[in-house]
């Protein structure tokens, strides 16, 4: 089984839909990351957590929520979807480490289709 | 701001030959340099990471990158590529100890051909 799980793994969906993508990790660790990633544009941050009371926006936070449920699950939400949120979604985790020296680990992506 | 940036979007070579795939960084402190890959279909996945010491590092599958303080470079390196090494490739910075956030360069396409 994968360390980091992301659900669904594909959807189609229309403007103004609500959309919710979830990840849930094994690998025990306190920090989980959203990116998405375009094509051109490498992985952007959408927000993260590195407990489950502290989130904070990253890059392109606009017209998304999050929700740390558990240290294990971190959904992204996109409460009124629109077209240019279609891309690839990928929810990642990381141990701090000494000095912060931590990489990240990345579940399998979710790809979102807005129509 | 810390920021990355892979002047190439795709490198192509021939089985067997050296490959280098390129990237520069900026941050306002030390640098943690990290390199992922993404093969079609897949998550990335961690290759190496510079925190500090020896300027070359050794990674997974037989990849290296060598750290150039003065130019601010981390070049991913391998002496003979092979065709499952095609991928995309993202060079990462995350700034020091106090860094919070890994920002991602745009992403450099690897093919090699047989």
């Known amino acids: 089984d994968a360390d980091v799980t992301q659900t669904p793994r594909n959807r189609i969906t229309k403007t103004g839909k609500r959309i919710m993508l979830e990840c849930s990790q094994t690998?025990?660790?306190?920090?989980m990351y959203w990116y998405r990633q375009d094509p051109g544009l490498g992985l952007r941050l959408i927000y993260y957590s590195f407990d489950v009371k502290d989130i904070n926006k990253g890059e392109i936070s606009d017209g998304y929520s999050v929700s740390r449920q558990a240290q294990a699950k971190f959904s992204l939400s996109l409460e009124s979807a629109i077209p240019n949120q279609t891309a690839l979604y990928f929810c990642a985790t990381s141990d701090p480490g000494t000095h912060n020296t931590g990489e990240l680990f990345f579940g399998e992506g979710s790809r979102l289709t807005v129509l | 701001a810390q920021s990355v940036a892979q002047p190439e979007d795709q490198v192509n070579v021939a089985e067997g030959n050296p490959l280098t795939v390129k990237c520069t960084y900026s941050v306002s402190g030390n640098p943690y340099l990290f390199w992922y890959v993404q093969y079609p279909n897949r998550g990335l996945q961690f290759l190496l990471k510079?925190?500090?010491?020896?300027?070359l590092v050794k990674g997974s599958y037989g990849f290296e990158a060598e750290f150039n303080k003065s130019q601010t470079s981390f070049h991913l390196k391998k002496p003979s590529a092979l065709v499952s090494d095609s991928a995309l490739y993202f060079c990462a910075v995350r700034d020091g100890p106090g860094g919070f956030k890994t920002i991602f360069g745009a992403g450099t396409r690897l093919f090699v051909k047989a």
């Open positions: 690998k025990g660790h306190d920090r």
């Open positions: 510079y925190i500090t010491g020896d300027n």
